[in-house]
């Protein structure tokens, strides 16, 4: 039998989506490929959903929450809302940004500032209900401070121009043989270059006590609070909660540089899944 409590939330970036479904009882959890509107069509996602978990819940979903990456309007969103609309047609479905699923995750029915530190990067002013201002990410090209992608791009610029210290370019060398032009190539030539220059973040994370590495991620964090999170009003006075494997990873990082500027971070998540869940059967 179905009921209110049969909730299916899903938070989506680039790479992957993360799910979870509950009937008021058990929860399941289970992952797919990333649902980005931006790189993906309705059609696309029907194929993905059909080969995966989600398809099992078909005829038992009543409420379907889904944040994505790539949200930024209602035309984006609605590549998603008509994929799930076809597996779920009884269902209330809502598909909102990722940004506000780390507010939901992060600050509940709390005001505040929510940021995300993940592959991208992104941020916001949070009244408790709903996102009332917002300064662009711009993506890893223009912005996306303090982002995986970003912390991948300085360290492979400073390996291809030797401004890294040997000894860890020597390690770099060694962790990832790749030939220049192949650099070149996955950056310029390919699809997904953020994702790429993201996977060099775990040479950052082992080596991290090395003062090279400790102040490259710092610099980008301090970029991050003053080109996002200080252009909220009042910025110092409010919680500043994260979301994202970054955030997540390098919390004593990012800890230090806002010790620096005598501001207090709020809740640090890796994951806002199981919070998302937890917000919704509250709200329910």
Not at 9 to 23: L, N, V
Not at 124 to 133: D, S, V
Not at 182 to 198: D, M, S, T
Not at 238 to 260: D, N, R, T
Request: aromatic letters at 10%; charged letters at 20%.
């Amino acid at each position: 039998m179905k009921s209110k409590s049969n909730i299916l939330i899903a938070d989506s970036g680039s790479t992957k989506t993360a799910w979870i479904y509950t009937d008021g009882n058990t929860q399941k959890q289970f992952t797919t490929g990333g649902a980005n509107p931006f790189f993906l069509s309705t059609e696309d996602m029907i194929r993905e959903w059909k080969k995966s978990s989600v398809d099992q819940l078909r005829g038992k979903v009543m409420q379907v929450y889904f944040y994505a990456a790539g949200v930024v309007n209602d035309e984006k969103a609605e590549v998603i809302k008509k994929a799930l609309h076809k597996f779920f047609p009884d269902a209330d479905v809502r598909v909102e940004s990722d940004l506000l699923a780390a507010a939901h995750a992060t600050l509940g029915t709390k005001s505040g500032i929510a940021c995300i530190l993940g592959t991208g990067s992104n941020s916001c002013l949070y009244n408790g209900k709903e996102i009332i201002a917002h300064v662009p990410p711009l993506g890893f090209i223009l912005g996306d401070e303090g982002s995986g992608a970003v912390l991948g791009r300085q360290l492979v610029g400073d390996y291809l121009k030797k401004t890294m210290p040997e000894e860890l370019r020597n390690q770099f060398q060694k962790s990832y043989p790749i030939e220049y032009g192949e650099f070149l190539n996955r950056v310029y030539r390919q699809e997904k270059p953020n994702k790429f220059l993201a996977g060099f973040v775990p040479f950052l994370k082992k080596n991290i006590q090395h003062s090279y590495c400790t102040e490259l991620v710092e610099i980008s964090f301090d970029s991050f609070i003053s080109r996002n999170v200080a252009q909220y009003e009042g910025y110092e006075n409010q919680p500043i909660s994260f979301a994202g494997s970054v955030a997540y990873h390098f919390q004593e990082q990012l800890k230090s540089v806002f010790l620096k500027r005598n501001i207090k971070p709020g809740v640090i998540v890796k994951e806002p899944l199981i919070n998302l869940m937890n917000h919704h059967l509250q709200q329910n």
